[in-house]
C-alpha cells in the first residue's frame, strides 16, 4: 500500500473515532495492521474477553513470527487455561490445553507436561511457581504489564504504537478544502449553495440575472467558505505557477454578504469543528474596544494583536492554489511591555459579605468598582467596592404575581427556594438583568448611586432560567434567555415583546452567547448534553450541531479583542480544560495545562487583557498567558476559597471578583486597581452617566448538574437534578459521582500468605475524631453529610439539629470534612437552633426522619411532630405542613420531581405529597408496620419501601401501583424485635439496593426483587443497628449494638476489617453497655470515610491510616460463589476467623 493510502486509512481511523463508531475503529486498525491500540488491548485483557484479544493480535502477529510474538500469545492462553482451573471448569481447561496450549509443546515439551499436570491439583497454586497467584483481577494487571514489555520490544509492532500527530477532524478540513475549490470553480456560485452530496463534484447552477454573490455553505457537514469574489479566476500559467492575488476573508460557512473592509473591532477569522461554524463565545457577548490596526489572520496563524506579520500560506488553510501570500502595511507592532505576574490581579484589597452564597457576579462596564451579585437565595445585590458600601440589596420577590402564567405560580409554591442562575449589565450599563431559578426574568433600570428601578418582569421559561444576555441584533436592545424548557428566546428589553423562539436543543440549555462577525448577528447556545448551536435572528433553525469538549458543562470566550477564541469545560468525570480554538477550522489549537485531576465542581473561567485566561479551581485562581500551554501562577486569595470559585474580571482587569466561603466575595486587585480602590476608598458613589460603551462577555458561573442523581445518602435518598440553578452547592460543589474521589487501586494480595481479617483496636491504627459536643444532646438519631462534603449534619432524639463545619486550613487545604482537623459546631449568629416541631408527644419517644436538599440550603425534618422546612444558612423555620396523626418516619424526594415527596408513617402507610398543591396525591397501602424506609431509582422509575414489618415492596413511580412485595430471609429461629427497623438504599448503579436489617445485609436486584448477596451475623452476635454503602457503593459500613463498626466488599459482602470500640470510646464508657452507634454515614467524596452517631450524643468521624489508605485488604472471592445467595451465617465480630463467611 502506498504511503499516502496508508495516511488516508490513519484519517479514516480518526473520523471513525470522532463519530464513536468504536467497533469498526478497532476492526480496522486490526484489519490495516497500520495502528496497535494499546488502551484497547488492555481493556480487552482486562475484561477477558480472549477471543477478540487473539483476533486483533492477528492483524498484527502470528504465533510463530518471532520470540516475542510467541511469549505474548502463550501468556495470554495461560492466564485464559488457569482461570478455568480456578473456576474448576475442567472441560473449558481440557479445552484450552489441546486447542490452544499445544501448540507450544513443540518449542518446550517440560513447560507443556508441567501445565498438563496442573488438571491433577484441587488447587492449581500448590504448585510452587503459582503460590502466589490471586485472584482473577490482579492477576491479569500482572500479565498486562509483561505483555506491554513483549509488545513494545517486538519488531513487528515498531511504529505501529504511537498514533500520527493530526490536527482534529483532519478529513473533514480536506472535504471542505475540496468543496470551497469547486464551488470557487463555478460559474455562477450561489450565495447559498446548496450542497446535498459528496458523491458528485458539485457546481452552481445559473444565478437568476446572472448575479455573483459570496458563497457561504449552510450545509452543516461544510466548514468555512471562501467567498467568491475574493478569489481571481485561473490564469494561464495554471495552478503550478500562482499569480497574486488578494487573501481572502474565510468567515463562518452560514454568515452571507461579508464586507470587504476590516471591521474595526473584530477578526474576520471564520469559526468551525472542521465542518460546523464554531460558537464564538458560550456566555455573553464580548465586544472589543475599537482597534483599527487588526490583521485579518490566517485560519492557522497564531495571535497578531496590534502586531506586524505575514500572512503565509498553510496547508490547513482553505485558500486557493494560486493565490500568493501578502503582507497588510502599515500595521503597528505589539510593544507594550510588562511583568505577567505583576499585571494580575492578586492581592486581596477587600473581602465582602454578601448574607448568602454568590451564584453570579458582574462588574459594571463604565463604573468599574461598582459590582452587581445574585446569590443562591434569590438576594440581589450592588456594592461600591472601593468603599465596601453595599448600596442595594433587594430579595426575591415577584413584582406582579397575578400576570403570572399558571405554571409559574405552581413553581413558586411548590419550592421556596430561588437562586439567582445569572446577572449581567447591558452594554451601557443602563439596565441589569437577573435569571431566576425558577422561570422569571427580572430587568432593572440603573440611574446611579442606589437608585435602581423595576423596568420588566418575564415569565420567560417552564423550570429554571439558566442564562441571560444582552445583544443588539437591528439596532434594538433586546434580552436573550435559555432554560430548563430546552429553548432560547429573544425579548425586546423596552416592552418586553417576545421576537423569536429557537427549539431544537435535546436537553436543557445551559448558556448563550449572542455575538456578531462583520455584519452578521448570530446567538450561540450550549446544553447539558453538550450539543453546541448557533442561531440567526430568522426562525430557520440551528446552523450548528456540534459537540462540546468534555459534552457536559463548557463555556467559550473571545479575548478583548475579538482576535482569539478559547473555551473552558469541566466533563461529569470531573475533567477540566481551557483550550484555544482555530477558528477557521474547528480544531483545538493548543490546550492549557494545570488542572487537578479532577475538578470539584465545574470549573469557570475569564480572560483580560487580551493576554491572559484566569479559572477557578483547586480552591484557587490559576492563571495563564494566552500564549504559553504551562500554568503561569496559582494564587489562593488568603484561603477560604471554594472548590471551583465563580470568577469575575472588571472591564479593565485590574479588579477580579472571587466568590469565597461563608457567603464572601474577594476582591483580588494589582497596582492599578489597588490605586482605584483608594481614590473610591473615602468618597460617596459618584453615579454620573457615562458614554456607553462596549459590554464585557460573562463566563457561565452556575454549577450544573446534568448527569443523573448520585447515589442517595446513608438515609436512602435521592434528590431531583432537572433544574441547574437548585442543586448548586454551598461551596460551588455538586454531590455527583464526578465528586466522588476514585478509590485507591486494590492491591493484589500477599499470594505467599493466607489472607486475614484486618481488626483495628486501637486508636493508633486509624484515624479518628470526636466532633465537639452539645450538652442538651443526648442521643443522635439521623446523621448525613452536606453534599459538599465539608460538614456533617446530625438530628437529635430530642429534635435538636447539630451542623458541625470544617473550615480551609494549613492542616486542611480542602476544607472536606475529615479526621485530622476538628470542625466548628457552627450556629448563626442569632444564636438560633433548628428544633422540630414536637407537637404534645415526648420526642425521646419518637421517630427522627430528615432529608436535605441538593444545595444544602434547606433541610426537611420531623420528630413525630409536624414536618418542618428549615433553612440551613439562617436556621430559620420556613414553613411547617402534614401535622400528625400520623406521624411521618422517613422523607425521601421523587428525583424527577421536586414537587413530590414520599413520606413514610407511622400508620403504614406511604403518602405521596405534593408540595405544590398542598395535597397528598396518592396513599400506598402495603406494610402492616410502620415505614422504615425508602429510596427512588431514577433508572427504573420505582420507589422501593420497607417496613418494621421486615417487608420489601417495590412500587411504580408514575401511576404508584404496587409491583412487588417480598419478606426478608429471616433466619430459622431468629426472633427479631416488634418494631424492628428495614432500611432500604439504591446502589449508584440504581438498579441494586442495599437492606439492612438486625439480622442481616443484603443486596437486592430492584426489578426482580431478588436478593443476590446476603451476610448474616450469628445468633449471639449483636443486632446491625445502621449500615451505608460508601459514596462510590465499593464498600458496606455497618454499625453494631456493641459498638463495634465493620467494613464489607460491597461486591460480594464480606468482612475485610473490623474497627472495635476500644478504638474510640473511653473505659469508662466502654463500661456503659447501653453507649452504642445509632446511625453511621458516608462522606459524599471520599470512599474510606465514615461517621457515627452514638446513643450518648457524640458523634465521631474515621478514616484509614494515611499510609494505608483504605479500610484493610478485600477477602479473595469464592470460586463460584459470585452470583449465589449468601445463606451461610457468619460472625460480625469475635474471633479473627472467617469460616462460614460467605
Sequence with gaps: MSSLSRELVFLILQFLDEEKFKETVHKLEQESGFFFNMKYFEDEVQNGNWDDVEKYLSGFTKVDDNRYSMKIFFEIRKQKYLEALDKHDRSKAVEILVKDLKVFASFNEELFKEITQLLTLENFRENEQLSKYGDTKSARAIMLVELKKLIEANPLFRDKLQFPNLKNSRLRTLINQSLNWQHQLCKNPRPNPDIKTLFVDHSCGQQPNGARAPSPANNPLLGPLPKAGGFPPMGAHGPFQPAPGPVPTPLAGWMSNPPQLSHPSVSGSAIGLGGPSMPAALKHPRTPTTNPSLDFPTGDSDHMSKRTRNMGMNDEVNLPINVLPVSFPGHSSHTQAFNAPDELPKTVARTLNQGSSPMSMDFHPIQQTLLLVGTNVGDIGLWEVGSRDKLVLRNFKVWDLGACSMPMQAALVKDPGVSVNRVIWSPDGSLFGVAYSRHIVQIYSYHGGDDIRQHLEIDAHVGGVNDLAFSHPNKQLCVITCGDDKTIKVWDAATGARQYTFEGHEAPVYSVCPHYKENIQFIFSTALDGKIKAWLYDNMGSRVDYEAPGRWCTTMAYSADGTRLFSCGTSKDGESHIVEWNESEGAVKRTYLGFRKRSLGVVQFDTTKNRFLAAGDDFAIKYWDMDNTQ??????????????????????????????????????????????????????????????????????????????????????????????????????????????????????????????????????????????????????????????????????????????????????????????????????????????????????????????????????SASGGKISLFNMMTFKTMTTFMAPPPAATFLAFHPQDNNIIAIGMDDNTIQIYNVRVDEVKSKLKGHSKRITGLAFSHVLNVLVSSGADSQICVWNSDGWEKQKAKYLQIPPGRTTAAQ???????????????????????????????????????????????????????????????????????????????????????????????????????????????????????VHVFEPLESEGKWGVPPPAENGSTSNVAGTSSPARGSGSEQGQR
Design 980 to 1098: 424492628s427497623d428495614t432500611r432500604v438504599q439504591f446502589h449508584q448503579d440504581q438498579i441494586h439496593f442495599l437492606v439492612v436489617h438486625e439480622t442481616q445485609l443484603a443486596i437486592y436486584e430492584a426489578s426482580k426483587l431478588e436478593c443476590v448477596k446476603q451476610w448474616v451475623q450469628r445468633e449471639s452476635s449483636a443486632p446491625i443497628s445502621h449500615a451505608t454503602f460508601s459514596c462510590d457503593s465499593q464498600l458496606v459500613y455497618a454499625c453494631f449494638l456493641d459498638a463495634t463498626v465493620c467494613v464489607f466488599t460491597a461486591s460480594h459482602l464480606r468482612l475485610r476489617c473490623r474497627v472495635n470500640p476500644s478504638v474510640y470510646l473511653s473505659p469508662s464508657v466502654l463500661s456503659n453497655l447501653n453507649v452504642h452507634p445509632m446511625v453511621i454515614a458516608a462522606h459524599p467524596q471520599e470512599p474510606n470515610q465514615f461517621a457515627l452517631g452514638l446513643s450518648d450524643g457524640m
Design 631 to 860: 500554568l503561569l501562577m496559582s494564587v489562593d486569595a488568603d484561603g477560604g476559597l471554594p472548590a471551583s470559585p465563580r470568577i469575575r474580571f472588571n472591564k479593565d482587569g485590574a479588579l477580579l471578583a472571587v466568590s469565597s466561603n461563608e457567603n464572601g466575595i474577594k476582591i483580588l486587585a494589582n497596582s492599578d486597581g489597588l490605586r482605584l480602590l483608594r481614590t473610591f476608598e473615602n468618597l460617596s458613589y459618584d453615579a454620573a452617566s457615562r458614554t456607553p460603551e462596549a459590554a464585557k462577555p460573562t463566563i457561565n458561573n452556575t454549577i450544573s448538574a446534568a448527569a443523573a442523581a448520585a447515589a442517595a445518602s446513608s438515609a436512602g435518598l435521592a434528590e431531583r437534578v432537572g433544574s441547574v440553578g437548585s442543586i448548586s452547592g454551598l461551596n460551588g460543589d455538586n454531590r455527583n459521582m464526578s465528586d466522588v474521589k476514585p478509590r485507591i487501586t486494590e492491591e493484589s494480595n500477599d499470594k505467599s500468605k493466607i489472607w486475614k481479617l484486618t481488626e483495628i483496636s486501637e486508636a493508633s491504627q486509624c484515624r479518628s475524631l470526636k466532633l465537639p459536643e452539645h450538652m442538651r444532646v443526648t442521643k443522635i438519631s439521623r446523621l448525613i453529610y452536606t453534599n459538599s462534603g465539608n460538614a456533617i449534619l446530625a438530628l437529635a432524639s430530642n429534635a435538636i439539629h447539630l451542623l458541625w463545619k470544617w473550615q480551609r486550613n494549613d492542616r486542611n487545604a480542602s476544607g472536606k470534612a475529615t479526621a485530622g482537623t476538628s470542625p466548628q459546631l457552627w450556629q448563626p449568629s442569632s444564636g438560633i437552633l433548628m428544633t422540630n416541631d414536637v407537637a404534645d408527644m415526648n420526642p425521646e419517644e419518637s421517630v427522627s426522619c430528615f432529608a436535605l436538599s441538593k444545595n444544602d440550603s434547606y433541610v426537611m
